[in-house]
């Protein structure tokens, strides 16, 4: 069995991106600039935000988080990113998810410029997904398609099925992986007999939310099972597969933690930089 090892993954790809943001400097006079929003005092979002703001400067970007109370009015922040939108030294917006209720997710998702949108959440960049177009892709699904590259260069043909609907995962993945030619079934927690839709895969990609809810018995000989769950349990944090059961079966699978979440923060890195130089370019 494989471990898919995302933690090293993710800081080669932050090595690759240090060296182009260091490149781009000396063509532009000027690098990549990432802002992060963060509102309220969700703990797990501020942790986020956080290393974000710390990988960025890592890897030599302009980086900067805004952090405001949970009772921000909607047209503050809405402002705000109107005026990031017009700033040239920034170059992608992130707004962390998820906000406080009286805040509008959409509108706020639909106020970011889509050129700046690293997180590839406006429709914009969502039907350029769809259709097959340039697009920014969203960060996790990203990293999962790239740890599933590492391990299976041709993915043609295979049978994924990904657990889980959510705008921020299981659509986008699914976009990616029929790019790759695989054959995609979508499921969710109202699915019927997800166990027997397990048995099918080739690969797996687990984004349901659900603590370990992939068994060893759900899983092919040899496939390849990606873990994108963050789970806080008594025992821990577990993802939304029985890890132990399934390295019994599976030819490779990612662990939580140290898995799919490095490769998040790597991949929004890598979306900065692309916006940046699309910009650049024009
Ligand atoms: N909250 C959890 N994951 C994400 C993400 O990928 N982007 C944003 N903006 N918020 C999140």
Known sequence: MILI???KIAAELREELKKEVSEL???HNTVPGLTVILVGEDPASKIYVKNKEKFAKEVGMNSEALRYPADLEEKTLLNKIEELNKDNNVSGILVQLPLPKHIDKRKVIETIDHRK?????????????????????????????????KVEKNLSGKHAVVIGRSNLNGKPMTQLLLKENCTVTITHSKTKDLKAECLRADIIIAAVGIPELVKGDWVKKGAIVIDVGINKTEKGIVGDVAFDEVSKVAGALTPVPGGVGPMT???LLSNTVECFKKTQSK
């Open 265 to 267: 923060i790597a991949c």
């Open 25 to 27: 400097k000396t063509k």
């Open 117 to 149: 949108d690293v997180d590839g959440f406006h429709p914009m960049n969502v039907g350029n997904l769809s259709s097959g177009y340039d697009s920014s892709i969203p960060c996790t699904p990203l990293g999962c398609s790239l740890l599933l590259k």
């Open 5 to 7: 090892d995302g933690k």
